[in-house]
């Protein structure tokens, strides 16, 4: 018998309303391992969490924020305690590594305790007055209650970087995982919760952090859409992003968007090609290239344009695919059949409407033990031009395409070339190409010298163009996102003072 799991509402573990369930099952061993039943969730749930965590804000917004901070403090403790076991869970719900889940959950750690010294900190600005007997301040207010709707990449990471800030500022929490990737989020939930009820004793407060488990077109588009959800945070797909954009500015909520990337390499003729190629097998197919950040396209110099490829492909046609938590494997299924499936016909267009090379892999792997799951074997197309299709649409999978390019600024510009602006990266020993490329690529991140992926949790993460719309997660910057500014101005000359009017 699979276990059945619950939303938490109000404090509460309870099932959805209807007793409607999903499945959730391991993609590298779909048949044979039923991980759990969770609830489908409708409308009227989410109405019921809204309710319980508007009503929470009333009374969390007043617990001090160090306090707050004690209780992030505590979250990471035990994330701490529990990091082997929720990685090999994430492993086997949506199918990356055991050292890439183990990862995951470390940012999970970093972040709680960044919040935590953050409660000790949320500075606020103080400016003088323009006339005597008065003083200007300013502080960070919370704002409500706050909408979390992720995705199932970074299944532990991704909702503590919008929780945690978001809690130690004094908001409350409806959360929406991912349909695919319950289970790690109902573990967070747990761990927040259990935390909450440790520090604050008989003072706790229910509703502070609920989860609503479901479809995203039903459980999100109803938070979307409530009155009373002052905010929303969301990570997944470009096209997703843009209709909860819609909806959320017909009551002009505050939104946070993280979007697709196409992010590139360049790897110019003076680089450590060792290095160059370490960083690409590890940007383009760790987690099976299902991160915003991976590396997708591949931008070679010329002069070391065949050299580069006939190293990478002897590397890629060796890389162990399995299931993530089996020691010695490199990379893991695609998510689900579907996500396979987008991948293959990737492959298609790649074949045969931009007629690149294929030079590895382009097919499904089903060879003994991997039938049993959703593989692809790691893909790479070379001879790629600007513009065609698999090198300006976002694959989401172990699919990389190698472009030519003849000297820095032509990398930069094909690089440029799409709609995104996520991830970057350059290899170079020339310290002239490296700030050049610093300055002129359009991207929230670049690395020099690295993969396009290894976010750290204290630096702001996010992107420019169709990524985002201008937000950043991560480090101090997030804590913008999840506070107001309230200027207070006090009067202590007995008197009525008319600024700009009296004094000038
Ligand atoms: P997705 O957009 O399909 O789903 C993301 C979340 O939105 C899920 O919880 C889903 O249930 C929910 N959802 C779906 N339709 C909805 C709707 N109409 N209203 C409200 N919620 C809805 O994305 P995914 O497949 O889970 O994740 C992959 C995508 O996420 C990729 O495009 C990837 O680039 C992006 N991503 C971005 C970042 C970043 O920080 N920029 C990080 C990770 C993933």
């Known amino acids: 018998m699979a276990e059945k799991f619950n939303n938490l ?4 573990w309870k099932d959805s309303k209807s007793g409607k369930t999903f499945e959730n099952r391991n993609p590298a061993k779909w048949e044979e391992d039923l991980i759990g039943i969770f609830p489908s969730s409708d409308k009227d749930d989410v109405y019921e969490a809204v309710a319980a965590a ?29 990091k082997d076991e929720i990685a090999y869970e994430m492993t086997r719900e949506m199918g990356k590594v ?6 995951d959950v470390q940012e999970g750690i970093d972040t709680a305790y960044y919040a935590a010294s953050e409660g000790r900190r949320l500075f606020g600005f103080n400016a003088p007055s323009e006339l005597p007997n008065k003083m200007n301040l300013s502080f960070r207010v919370p704002i409500g209650v706050g909408g979390f709707i992720t995705p ?5 990471a991704i909702p503590t970087w919008k929780m945690f800030p978001a809690l130690v500022c004094g908001n409350t929490c409806v959360f929406k995982p991912a ?11 747990e761990i927040i919760d259990a935390a909450m009820r440790e520090e604050l004793g008989k003072d706790y407060i229910p509703g502070v952090i609920n989860i609503v488990h479901g479809k995203g077109r039903i459980v999100g588009e109803a938070m979307i859409a409530h009155t009373d959800v002052d905010l929303i945070s969301f990570t997944g797909s470009t096209e997703v992003g843009k209709r909860i954009n819609e909806v959320a500015g017909g009551s002009l909520k505050r939104v946070s968007l993280e979007l697709g990337g196409k992010n590139a ?11 160059a190629l370490e960083a690409v097998l590890w940007g383009a197919f760790g987690t099976t290239g299902q991160r915003c950040t991976a590396t997708s396209r591949l931008i070679l110099h010329k002069d070391i344009y065949d050299e580069f490829i006939a190293k990478l492909v002897a590397r890629v046609n060796k890389l162990k695919l399995g299931y993530g938590n089996d020691k010695g494997v490199d990379v893991g299924p695609c998510v689900s059949e579907s996500q396979r499936e987008t991948v293959n016909d990737y492959v298609k267009i790649g074949k045969e409407e931009d007629k690149a090379t294929l030079a590895a892999g382009g097919d499904y792997a089903k060879e003994g033990e991997l039938s049993k799951g959703w593989f692809y074997k790691p893909t790479i197309f070379t001879d790629v031009k600007p513009g065609m299709r698999i090198e300006q649409e976002e694959i989401f999978g172990p699919v990389l395409s190698v472009i030519k390019c003849n000297d820095l600024t032509d990398a930069i510009n094909i690089l440029n070339g799409t709609a995104y602006g996520l991830s970057s990266s350059i ?6 190409d490296a700030f050049t490329a610093i300055r002129d690529i359009k991207a929230g991140i670049t690395y020099i010298n690295g993969a396009t992926i290894g976010a750290e949790a204290h630096m702001p993460f996010g992107g420019v163009k169709q990524t985002g719309n201008g937000h950043r997660e991560g480090g101090w910057t997030v804590y913008d996102f999840y506070t107001e500014w309230k200027a207070v101005y006090v009067d202590y000359s007995g008197k009525l003072q008319r600024a700009q009017i009296d004094n000038y």
């Not at 505590?74 to 529990?82: C, F, I, P, Q, Y």
């Open 152 to 156: 199932w990449n970074f299944p532990m």
């Open 427 to 432: 290899f170079t020993k020339n310290i002239n």
């Open 9 to 12: 509402i109000n404090g509460v």
């Open 98 to 103: 055991f050292a890439e889940t183990k990862g």
């Open 179 to 189: 349909e695919l990737t319950p289970k790690t989020a109902t573990i967070l939930v």
């Open 54 to 82: 508007k009503a929470a804000f009333e009374k969390w917004r007043l617990v001090p924020a160090p306090k707050r901070g004690d209780i992030l403090k505590l979250v990471g403790d035990k994330m701490h305690e529990r």
């Open 265 to 275: 390499q360049i790897v110019m003729n003076d680089a450590d090609q060792e290095l």
